[in-house]
């Protein structure tokens, strides 16, 4: 299992402002991705974050939207940038212990932009 | 990627087994069964995996017939504190961009 600390758990932030929400995880893993899931909803994969090397997106989401960092196997940060209140969901990191099986999830960061 | 179906919703009460079933008729050779369990304002928490025929742990059975085109989540004896989402997922145990569906939301009552 991973132990993963997802930091800040929530924030009310004005449009046109840029929030960036942290990942730590106990150990290092494999693989570490970021979700959104908006109230009531499913998960959807926003990226891929890669320890060194650019991050791999899913479609309908963008670098410049969504830039996000993984400079080392336990840490990894997601920045929504010129924020709307389109964005106002929840933002969670995912992470794939070595060798496990099985995705672990931190508590999320719920997102309100006004 | 293989899709998966599940019911919206369900309904229970203490104390009885809940079988939730979900269809992945597209599954590969190489998925494995995936089922998350989430409560509101959390992220979903692991519950158990695998590829054929039957696991179990510590708080749940997982039951995949020989075709693989479905899976049970089978949870014994439920609580209050069951009521959850639960999510069925298919896909590589190395490839973890998983489509998530929209999960079984079961409601425990007392």
């Known amino acids: 299992s991973a132990v993963i600390s997802q930091k800040p758990s929530r924030d009310i932030c004005q449009r046109g402002t840029s929030l960036t929400i942290q990942c730590q995880v106990d150990?290092?893993?494999?693989?570490m991705f970021w979700y959104r899931q908006q109230p009531g909803q499913s998960l959807t994969l926003i990226a891929t974050a890669n320890q060194g090397s650019e991050a791999t997106y899913e479609s309908g989401f963008v670098i410049d939207k969504f830039p996000i960092s993984r400079p080392n196997l336990t840490f990894s940060t997601l920045t929504v940038s010129n924020m709307s209140p389109e964005d106002s969901s929840i933002y969670l990191c995912?992470?794939?212990?070595?060798?496990?099986?099985?995705?672990?999830f931190g508590q999320g960061t719920r997102l309100t932009v006004v | 990627l293989a899709k998966t179906t599940q019911p919206i919703s369900m309904d229970s009460y203490e104390g009885q087994e809940v079988n939730i079933t979900c269809s992945h008729n597209?599954?590969?050779?190489?998925?494995?069964i995936t089922w998350y369990q989430q409560f509101p304002s959390q992220g979903p928490r692991f519950i158990i995996q695998?590829?054929?025929?039957?696991v179990t742990n510590e708080v749940a059975s997982l039951f995949i017939p020989a075709d693989r085109k479905s899976s049970t989540l089978s949870l014994p004896r439920v609580s209050l504190s069951d009521t959850a989402v639960y999510y069925c997922l298919v896909g590589d145990v190395g490839n973890y961009q998983l489509i998530w569906g929209a999960g079984t939301k079961l409601i425990i009552k007392p």
């Open positions: 150990s290092q893993v494999t693989m």
């Open positions: 995912s992470v794939v212990p070595h060798g496990g099986f099985g995705a672990f």
């Open positions: 695998g590829y054929k025929t039957k």
């Open positions: 597209n599954i590969a050779t190489n998925d494995y």
